[in-house]
T-cell receptor
Framework: QKEVEQNSGPLSVPEGAIASLNCTYS??????FFWYRQYSGKSPELIMS????GDKEDGRFTAQLNKASQYVSLLIRDSQPSDSATYLC?????????FGAGTRLTVKP | GAVVSQHPSRVICKSGTSVKIECRSL??????MFWYRQFPKKSLMLMAT?????????EQGVEKDKFLINHASLTLSTLTVTSAHPEDSSFYIC??????????FGSGTQLSVL
């Protein structure tokens, strides 16, 4: 069974703080891991992709992958109100991509 | 710019009518496209995988006679919601992979059935 789980939140952080979003997945055969950001009424947009264990940094975003623990996270440094959105974790098994339920993040000014 | 185009962005229809949603890959060929639906404050639910030149693969619980998928060319997949009812009102999104891993999403279609 291929499942992707996220804490639905809502997660609220003050502006300038670090937001930490977590995701676990069920199947060790998974290959690729993605974080998408979705604003209300819009389609998801890709923020980060990560394929191997460790950290990957891109600007204020850092993705962390631990395949042994079947865990992937997203850290947002210096959070801004414009980061307020739902963040979707996605995991692929071949051509099959599954999404978590999403975590709603609110960054308060 | 957008690499996957989805139309229409919003449609309102009467109960019992059929609605067609188009998904086009703009600068690449997509032998596979995916169709999702999303209810308010819920995550994307994969409905079906559209395969060019062959039948779509539907997820468990999705009625294939209700949600007709046609992938007649390498750049176009269509989803037709047949005999739509109010419970079909939802946000429908398509996506297509470009290359081995990168997945691009259409802009979504908000369907409201009266």
């Amino acid at each position: 069974q291929k499942e992707v789980e996220q804490n639905s939140g809502p997660l609220s952080v003050p502006e300038g703080a670090i937001a930490s979003l977590n995701c676990t997945y069920s199947d060790r055969g998974s290959q690729s891991f993605f974080w998408y950001r979705q604003y209300s009424g819009k389609s998801p947009e890709l923020i980060m992709s990560i394929y191997s264990n460790g950290d990957k940094e891109d600007g204020r975003f850092t993705a962390q992958l631990n395949k042994a623990s079947q865990y992937v996270s997203l850290l947002i440094r210096d959070s801004q109100p414009s980061d307020s959105a739902t963040y979707l974790c996605a995991v692929t098994w071949g051509n099959d991509m599954r999404f978590g339920a999403g975590t709603r993040l609110t960054v308060k000014p | 710019g957008a690499v996957v185009s989805q139309h229409p962005s919003r449609v309102i229809c009467k109960s019992g009518t059929s609605v067609k949603i188009e998904c086009r890959s703009l600068d690449f060929q997509a032998t596979t496209m995916f169709w999702y639906r999303q209810f308010p404050k819920k995550s994307l639910m994969l409905m079906a995988t559209s395969n060019e030149g062959s039948k779509a693969t539907y997820e468990q619980g999705v009625e294939k006679d209700k949600f007709l998928i046609n992938h007649a060319s390498l750049t176009l997949s269509t989803l037709t919601v047949t005999s739509a009812h109010p419970e079909d009102s939802s946000f429908y999104i398509c996506s297509a992979p470009r290359g081995n891993e990168k997945l691009f999403f259409g802009s979504g279609t908000q369907l409201s059935v009266l």
